[in-house]
């Protein structure tokens, strides 16, 4: 986790999406003082800011939180997104145990 804003990332993330300060600044409801305020690590964001900037830059919210500074929030949703495919792999595993169990008794009431 970054324990500044790490406003070289953001900088490259922008140039790398065709996006500039003054497209975020709008898109968060900021004035170019206010973004310059985040770029300097003198202003936080919100979960909704995170959540924002996520979309715009094409990134994890997680991504854009720790990019952001030690205090970022990550949006509440963006960890119930992790759980849920954590949930679905562990239910694809349990299938597939499922499938080997059958298989080796299958396997154990065919054998002399």
Do not use: C, Y
């Not at 975020?24 to 206010?34: D, K, R, S, V």
């Amino acid at each position: 986790m970054a324990l500044f804003f790490d406003s070289a990332w953001f900088d490259e993330r922008l140039g790398a999406v065709g996006l500039r300060r003054s497209d975020i600044a709008a898109a968060l409801g900021l004035n170019a003082e206010q973004i310059s305020e985040l770029w300097k690590d003198q202003r936080e964001l919100s979960a909704g800011d995170v959540r924002t900037l996520s979309a715009l830059l094409g990134v994890p919210p997680a991504e854009i939180a720790e990019r952001a500074g030690v205090s970022t929030p990550v949006p509440k949703d963006a960890r119930g997104d992790n759980l849920a495919q954590l949930n679905e792999r562990l239910e694809r595993v349990e299938r597939a145990l499922a499938e080997i169990k059958a298989l080796v008794l299958d396997l154990l009431a065919k054998s002399p």
